[in-house]
C-alpha cells in the first residue's frame, strides 16, 4: 500500500511538471483576484485527481486480487499512469498550436474515414505518437519502480506516515480548490481564465453552483457571465419528431416557367480576405462583376457543420437530427420539381461526419477522389465535362474544393509567394515562427485553387451559359493564422475562423455591396429565389432570401463537439459573443469586438448588456422545427 501511494504522489508531480506548462496560456488580466488565484491553483488538483485515480485503481486492484498480486496491480497502475503522462504530452503541443485539448472531440475526428489525409497530418505523425507512448510508458515504469524500492527501504515506517499525511493534505486542497472553483466560476471566470477550459482533464472536474446560489449565498455577483434558462427539452426529443420541412414546403408545386443554371463552389478554409489580384485573380474579377457579402459567417468553424448549414440553410444545431435521420436537404426536391439536373461533389471524403448520409450522397457526385494526388484538378475536369453537357434542363452543381485544407496542397513548382513552407510539422513547437511562409504556402494553394475556377467560369461562358448561370462562391469556415492566438480551424468560434467571403453572380442584376451581417443559411434561399423558386425560405430554411432582406439577421455559429453541441457564437454587429449552453443553462463565455479586432472586458460588459435578447431570440428561432416550441410555422408571416 505504501508504494501505492509513493507511486501516486510521485505521479502527481510528473503531472504537476507538464500542467504548469499551461500557465502561460491564461489570460488573468482581467480576471478579480480570488478568481486568478484559484486558476493558478488549479494545475495542483488536476495533478492531485490524475494520482489519486491511480492510487484508487490500484487499491481496488489489491482488495479484488489480494496482496499477492501486488505486482499486478502496480502493472495496472503503471499502464494507467503512462496513460495519462501521453495524453498530457500530447495535449502540450495540441493545445500550444490550435489551443485544443486531446479529447473525444479529437478522437471522433481521428476515427473518421481516411482522417490522417483529410486533417492533412503527416504519417510521421503516428511514430511521434508512438515515441511518446513509449517514452510515457518509461517514465511511469521507473517511477513504480522508485516507489517500490522506497516502500522496502529502511524509511518505509517514515515514508508510509508521510504518504499518508501528504494524500491527506492534497485531498484537503483538492476539495478546497473545488469548492472555490464551484463558486467563482458561474460569474468570474472568461474562456481565458477558466481551467476547465485551458487545462487538460480539467473539465471533468467543473463542477459550477447556480449564479443565483453565489449571489445569494455568498454575495458574489458575475462580472463577466450571465446565466439564462432555455427550454432545453428540445435536446430530449427524438429526432422523428423533427418538423423538417414545414407542410407548405411539402404541398408546393412548381410553376412551369424557365430556371437560370446554379452552380456553387465552396473552398476549403477560404478567409474572408483571401479575395484579392495577386492571390485569387479569378475570384477576384468575378467579384466585381457580383454581388458580395462583406460581413459573411459560416455557421461553424468545421467543415461538416459548415457545409450543413450552406447546403441545407439550416441552423447546426439539427445537424445531429438530421445526419441520424439521413435525410438530404429538402433544397434538392425543390430543385428536382422544378425540373434541375443536380450534381453535388467533394474532392475530400464525403464520409466525413456523416455528410454521405445527408448533403454529400454518392449517388450526386460526379466521381470518386479519394487517394489521388490533386483530387481538385480531377473534380474540377468532371465538373467541366458535366457543364458541357447537352440537356434540355437547368442544371445545379455544388462542387466543394478540398486543397486549400491544412497543409494546403500546392503542386510542384507553383509556387507564386516566396518564401513559402515546403513543409512543415504540426508537432512543431515553434511552428508560429514561421507564420509568414505558413501563409505564403496558404496563398500558394489558394492561388492554385483560383486557376481551378478559373477553367470552371471559362467552361460556363464557352458553352454560352454566362447569363444563364447564376453563380456563388464561398467557403466552408475560415482560417486562423494565429490572429486569435490559434492556428488553423474548429478550435475557436473568431472572426478569423467564422468570415467567409460570399461572391454571388446574378445575371442581369448590377455589382452591389451588401454590408449588413449574412450567414451561410441565406446562400440557399438567396440562390433558389433568384431561380425563380417562389417558396417562402421560412418554411424550409432558416435563412433568407438577401435578394429581398433589407437588415441582416445576427447569425447562430456552433463549435464541433464529438457529441451535443454545448458551444456556440452569436453574431450580431458589431460582437461576436461566445456562450455555452448547459441544458438549458446559457453562460457567455467569450466575446469580439468587430470593429475593433480584439476582445476583453469592455466587449464582455457591452454583450451582457446588449446581446441577450438577440441570443436567446436566435436559440428560439433554431428551436422552431421542433412541435411545440414558440415560434413555428404559424409564426413566419407565410
Given at each position: 500500500?505504501?508504494?501505492?501511494?509513493?507511486?501516486?504522489?510521485?505521479?502527481?508531480?510528473?503531472?504537476?511538471?507538464?500542467?504548469?506548462?499551461?500557465?502561460?496560456?491564461?489570460?488573468?488580466?482581467?480576471?478579480?483576484?480570488?478568481?486568478?488565484?484559484?486558476?493558478?491553483?488549479?494545475?495542483?488538483?488536476?495533478?492531485?485527481?490524475?494520482?489519486?485515480?491511480?492510487?484508487?485503481?490500484?487499491?481496488?486492484?489489491?482488495?479484488?486480487?489480494?496482496?499477492?498480486?501486488?505486482?499486478?496491480?502496480?502493472?495496472?497502475?503503471?499502464?494507467?499512469?503512462?496513460?495519462?503522462?501521453?495524453?498530457?504530452?500530447?495535449?502540450?503541443?495540441?493545445?500550444?498550436?490550435?489551443?485544443?485539448?486531446?479529447?473525444?472531440?479529437?478522437?471522433?475526428?481521428?476515427?473518421?474515414?481516411?482522417?490522417?489525409?483529410?486533417?492533412?497530418?503527416?504519417?510521421?505523425?503516428?511514430?511521434?505518437?508512438?515515441?511518446?507512448?513509449?517514452?510515457?510508458?518509461?517514465?511511469?515504469?521507473?517511477?513504480?519502480?522508485?516507489?517500490?524500492?522506497?516502500?522496502?527501504?529502511?524509511?518505509?515506517?517514515?515514508?508510509?506516515?508521510?504518504?499518508?499525511?501528504?494524500?491527506?493534505?492534497?485531498?484537503?486542497?483538492?476539495?478546497?480548490?473545488?469548492?472555490?472553483?464551484?463558486?467563482?466560476?458561474?460569474?468570474?471566470?472568461?474562456?481565458?481564465?477558466?481551467?476547465?477550459?485551458?487545462?487538460?482533464?480539467?473539465?471533468?472536474?467543473?463542477?459550477?453552483?447556480?449564479?443565483?446560489?453565489?449571489?445569494?449565498?455568498?454575495?458574489?455577483?458575475?462580472?463577466?457571465?450571465?446565466?439564462?434558462?432555455?427550454?432545453?427539452?428540445?435536446?430530449?426529443?427524438?429526432?422523428?419528431?423533427?418538423?423538417?420541412?414545414?407542410?407548405?414546403?411539402?404541398?408546393?408545386?412548381?410553376?412551369?416557367?424557365?430556371?437560370?443554371?446554379?452552380?456553387?463552389?465552396?473552398?476549403?478554409?477560404?478567409?474572408?480576405?483571401?479575395?484579392?489580384?495577386?492571390?485569387?485573380?479569378?475570384?477576384?474579377?468575378?467579384?466585381?462583376?457580383?454581388?458580395?457579402?462583406?460581413?459573411?459567417?459560416?455557421?461553424?468553424?468545421?467543415?461538416?457543420?459548415?457545409?450543413?448549414?450552406?447546403?441545407?440553410?439550416?441552423?447546426?444545431?439539427?445537424?445531429?437530427?438530421?445526419?441520424?435521420?439521413?435525410?438530404?436537404?429538402?433544397?434538392?426536391?425543390?430543385?428536382?420539381?422544378?425540373?434541375?439536373?443536380?450534381?453535388?461533389?467533394?474532392?475530400?471524403?464525403?464520409?466525413?461526419?456523416?455528410?454521405?448520409?445527408?448533403?454529400?450522397?454518392?449517388?450526386?457526385?460526379?466521381?470518386?477522389?479519394?487517394?489521388?494526388?490533386?483530387?481538385?484538378?480531377?473534380?474540377?475536369?468532371?465538373?467541366?465535362?458535366?457543364?458541357?453537357?447537352?440537356?434540355?434542363?437547368?442544371?445545379?452543381?455544388?462542387?466543394?474544393?478540398?486543397?486549400?485544407?491544412?497543409?494546403?496542397?500546392?503542386?510542384?513548382?507553383?509556387?507564386?509567394?516566396?518564401?513559402?513552407?515546403?513543409?512543415?510539422?504540426?508537432?512543431?513547437?515553434?511552428?508560429?515562427?514561421?507564420?509568414?511562409?505558413?501563409?505564403?504556402?496558404?496563398?500558394?494553394?489558394?492561388?492554385?485553387?483560383?486557376?481551378?475556377?478559373g477553367q470552371i467560369l471559362e467552361a460556363i461562358d464557352r458553352?454560352?451559359?454566362?447569363?444563364?448561370?447564376?453563380?456563388?462562391?464561398?467557403?466552408?469556415?475560415?482560417?486562423?493564422?494565429?490572429?486569435?492566438?490559434?492556428?488553423?480551424?474548429?478550435?475557436?468560434?473568431?472572426?478569423?475562423?467564422?468570415?467567409?467571403?460570399?461572391?454571388?453572380?446574378?445575371?442581369?442584376?448590377?455589382?452591389?455591396?451588401?454590408?449588413?451581417?449574412?450567414?451561410?443559411?441565406?446562400?440557399?434561399?438567396?440562390?433558389?429565389?433568384?431561380?425563380?423558386?417562389?417558396?417562402?425560405?421560412?418554411?424550409?430554411?432558416?435563412?433568407?432570401?438577401?435578394?429581398?432582406?433589407?437588415?441582416?439577421?445576427?447569425?447562430?455559429?456552433?463549435?464541433?463537439?464529438?457529441?451535443?453541441?454545448?458551444?456556440?457564437?452569436?453574431?450580431?454587429?458589431?460582437?461576436?459573443?461566445?456562450?455555452?449552453?448547459?441544458?438549458?443553462?446559457?453562460?457567455?463565455?467569450?466575446?469580439?469586438?468587430?470593429?475593433?479586432?480584439?476582445?476583453?472586458?469592455d466587449a464582455f460588459l457591452l454583450a451582457q448588456k446588449e446581446?441577450?435578447?438577440?441570443?436567446?431570440?436566435?436559440?428560439?428561432?433554431?428551436?422552431?422545427?421542433?412541435?411545440?416550441?414558440?415560434?413555428?410555422?404559424?409564426?413566419?408571416?407565410?
Amino acid at each position: 500500500m505504501t508504494a501505492l501511494l509513493l507511486a501516486g504522489l510521485l505521479h502527481s508531480v510528473v503531472c504537476l511538471i507538464l500542467l504548469l506548462g499551461y500557465l502561460r496560456f491564461f489570460d488573468l488580466s482581467d480576471a478579480p483576484p480570488i478568481a486568478a488565484a484559484e486558476a493558478r491553483v488549479a494545475p495542483v488538483s488536476v495533478a492531485i485527481f490524475l494520482g489519486f485515480i491511480s492510487v484508487v485503481l490500484g487499491t481496488a486492484a489489491l482488495k479484488i486480487g489480494g496482496a499477492r498480486r501486488w505486482k499486478a496491480a502496480l502493472a495496472l497502475v503503471s499502464l494507467l499512469n503512462a496513460l495519462e503522462l501521453w495524453i498530457l504530452s500530447v495535449d502540450r503541443q495540441l493545445y500550444l498550436v490550435t489551443r485544443m485539448h486531446f479529447d473525444w472531440r479529437i478522437l471522433s475526428v481521428l476515427s473518421q474515414p481516411d482522417a490522417l489525409e483529410v486533417i492533412g497530418l503527416p504519417r510521421s505523425s503516428v511514430t511521434q505518437a508512438v515515441a511518446l507512448a513509449v517514452g510515457s510508458l518509461s517514465c511511469s515504469v521507473g517511477l513504480c519502480w522508485l516507489a517500490v524500492r522506497l516502500g522496502r527501504s529502511s524509511l518505509q515506517q517514515r515514508l508510509r506516515h508521510l504518504s499518508a499525511r501528504l494524500g491527506i493534505a492534497a485531498l484537503a486542497l483538492f476539495v478546497c480548490d473545488r469548492s472555490v472553483y464551484a463558486v467563482v466560476a458561474p460569474g468570474m471566470m472568461t474562456e481565458r481564465s477558466d481551467p476547465s477550459v485551458v487545462l487538460p482533464f480539467a473539465d471533468w472536474l467543473a463542477v459550477e453552483l447556480p449564479e443565483d446560489t453565489v449571489a445569494a449565498v455568498f454575495g458574489l455577483k458575475g462580472l463577466f457571465s450571465r446565466h439564462e434558462k432555455f427550454d432545453h427539452q428540445v435536446k430530449l426529443r427524438h429526432p422523428s419528431h423533427l418538423q423538417y420541412p414545414f407542410p407548405k414546403a411539402l404541398a408546393w408545386r412548381a410553376p412551369a416557367h424557365q430556371h437560370p443554371n446554379i452552380l456553387v463552389l465552396a473552398l476549403e478554409s477560404l478567409r474572408a480576405d483571401a479575395v484579392e489580384p495577386a492571390t485569387m485573380p479569378n475570384l477576384y474579377a468575378l467579384e466585381q462583376k457580383s454581388w458580395s457579402a462583406r460581413a459573411h459567417f459560416s455557421a461553424s468553424n468545421s467543415t461538416h457543420l459548415g457545409l450543413f448549414s450552406l447546403i441545407y440553410g439550416l441552423s447546426p444545431t439539427l445537424w445531429a437530427s438530421i445526419t441520424e435521420l439521413s435525410r438530404p436537404p429538402f433544397v434538392y426536391e425543390l430543385l428536382r420539381r422544378s425540373g434541375f439536373e443536380l450534381s453535388v461533389t467533394s474532392s475530400s471524403s464525403p464520409r466525413w461526419f456523416g455528410l454521405d448520409r445527408q448533403a454529400m450522397r454518392r449517388d450526386l457526385s460526379l466521381g470518386k477522389y479519394d487517394g489521388l494526388a490533386d483530387p481538385d484538378e480531377k473534380a474540377t475536369e468532371d465538373l467541366v465535362r458535366f457543364i458541357r453537357r447537352k440537356r434540355n434542363g437547368p442544371f445545379f452543381a455544388l462542387l466543394f474544393f478540398n486543397g486549400s485544407h491544412f497543409p494546403y496542397y500546392v503542386p510542384p513548382g507553383e509556387d507564386v509567394f516566396t518564401p513559402a513552407a515546403s513543409r512543415f510539422d504540426f508537432t512543431d513547437p515553434k511552428l508560429r515562427e514561421h507564420r509568414d511562409e505558413i501563409i505564403n504556402r496558404y496563398r500558394n494553394a489558394l492561388h492554385c485553387e483560383d486557376a481551378l475556377l478559373g477553367q470552371i467560369l471559362e467552361a460556363i461562358d464557352r458553352q454560352g451559359l454566362g447569363e444563364e448561370t447564376i453563380i456563388a462562391v464561398t467557403g466552408d469556415h475560415g482560417e486562423s493564422f494565429w490572429d486569435d492566438g490559434r492556428f488553423a480551424h474548429t478550435s475557436l468560434l473568431s472572426q478569423a475562423q467564422l468570415q467567409v467571403p460570399l461572391i454571388i453572380r446574378l445575371p442581369g442584376k448590377a455589382p452591389r455591396r451588401i454590408e449588413f451581417v449574412t450567414s451561410h443559411m441565406d446562400v440557399m434561399p438567396t440562390l433558389l429565389d433568384a431561380a425563380g423558386i417562389d417558396l417562402n425560405p421560412a418554411t424550409y430554411s432558416d435563412g433568407q432570401s438577401l435578394l429581398r432582406a433589407t437588415a441582416g439577421r445576427s447569425v447562430l455559429a456552433a463549435q464541433f463537439s464529438a457529441d451535443d453541441l454545448k458551444d456556440f457564437a452569436l453574431v450580431d454587429w458589431p460582437l461576436l459573443v461566445r456562450f455555452r449552453n448547459r441544458a438549458g443553462r446559457i453562460s457567455l463565455s467569450g466575446a469580439e469586438n468587430l470593429l475593433a479586432g480584439q476582445e476583453g472586458a469592455d466587449a464582455f460588459l457591452l454583450a451582457q448588456k446588449e446581446k441577450w435578447p438577440a441570443l436567446l431570440g436566435a436559440l428560439h428561432r433554431t428551436a422552431r422545427w421542433w412541435p411545440g416550441v414558440e415560434q413555428g410555422e404559424h409564426a413566419l408571416n407565410e
